[in-house]
């Protein structure tokens, strides 16, 4: 599969056999000065339904939606979403974020959305075996470096890559990617959006990969 970063908290997940998926999508805006959003896919994932990661509208090709907590069927790739929350406050602050997991290439993915807070070991039981992590960083609008790198140990995930993090096209009062970095090992900054993983290929030891925005 291929996987290249947009933005934000917005992939392209592109498998061996074609099929296009789209995370979070995002309104450029208020903070958000990546580029429109003009990609084709085949499904959109969306966490919760704040501007900056539900805009639908833009991905081209009539997408097939995914939204909410539950077991769903699109394209025939099952997703499961896990309940969570966009704060520490049960939601009371800023709503309710779904985790969502799903299987591509015989690969394991787990997005986690504006996650806002550490997760409990039944949302770990929840969300199962992951191959691929993509988790805000960021901190202020979701959890930050400190409880980032403790849910990357809870989830010991063979290949973690950063999103929603401040960069040149987001100013939102967040933290770059440093913080979460720093006196971490096997990290990798790809000079690209876009890299290809093969499960016979994901490492023994996790790997953190740090990708370009493409937009």
């Given at each position: 599969?291929?996987?290249?970063?947009?933005?934000?908290?917005?992939?392209?997940?592109?498998?061996?056999?074609?099929?296009?998926?789209v995370?979070?999508?995002?309104?450029?805006?208020?903070?958000?000065?990546?580029?429109?959003?003009?990609?084709?896919?085949?499904?959109?994932?969306?966490?919760?339904?704040?501007?900056?990661?539900?805009?639908?509208?833009?991905?081209?090709?009539?997408?097939?939606?995914?939204?909410?907590?539950?077991?769903?069927?699109?394209?025939?790739?099952?997703f499961?979403?896990?309940?969570?929350?966009?704060?520490?406050?049960?939601?009371?602050?800023?709503?309710?974020?779904?985790?969502?997991?799903?299987?591509?290439?015989?690969?394991?993915?787990?997005?986690?959305g504006?996650?806002?807070?550490?997760?409990?070991?039944?949302?770990?039981?929840?969300?199962?075996?992951?191959?691929?992590?993509?988790?805000?960083?960021?901190?202020?609008?979701?959890?930050?470096?400190?409880?980032?790198?403790?849910v990357?140990?809870?989830?010991?995930?063979?290949?973690?890559?950063?999103m929603?993090?401040?960069?040149?096209?987001?100013?939102?009062?967040?933290?770059?990617?440093?913080?979460?970095?720093?006196?971490?090992?096997?990290?990798?900054?790809?000079?690209?959006?876009?890299?290809e993983?093969?499960?016979?290929?994901?490492?023994?030891?996790?790997?953190?990969?740090?990708?370009?925005?493409a937009?």
């Amino acid at each position: 599969m291929i996987i290249k970063w947009l933005g934000h908290a917005c992939f392209l997940i592109t498998s061996e056999e074609g099929l296009k998926v789209v995370t979070d999508p995002y309104t450029v805006g208020g903070g958000i000065n990546y580029s429109p959003i003009k990609e084709v896919a085949d499904i959109v994932v969306v966490s919760h339904g704040h501007a900056d990661h539900n805009n639908v509208s833009a991905v081209r090709g009539k997408p097939e939606v995914v939204k909410g907590s539950g077991t769903k069927i699109a394209k025939g790739v099952q997703f499961r979403g896990i309940a969570t929350y966009h704060d520490t406050a049960q939601g009371k602050q800023r709503g309710t974020n779904t985790v969502f997991c799903f299987t591509l290439d015989d690969i394991k993915l787990c997005h986690l959305g504006d996650l806002g807070h550490l997760i409990s070991q039944g949302q770990i039981n929840e969300i199962g075996a992951v191959d691929i992590l993509f988790i805000p960083v960021g901190g202020f609008y979701t959890i930050a470096a400190a409880n980032a790198s403790r849910v990357c140990d809870q989830l010991k995930s063979r290949v973690i890559i950063p999103m929603h993090f401040k960069t040149p096209q987001c100013t939102y009062p967040i933290a770059g990617v440093d913080d979460f970095l720093r006196g971490k090992v096997n990290v990798g900054k790809m000079d690209s959006s876009e890299i290809e993983f093969k499960l016979d290929e994901l490492p023994a030891v996790t790997e953190i990969v740090v990708l370009k925005p493409a937009l």
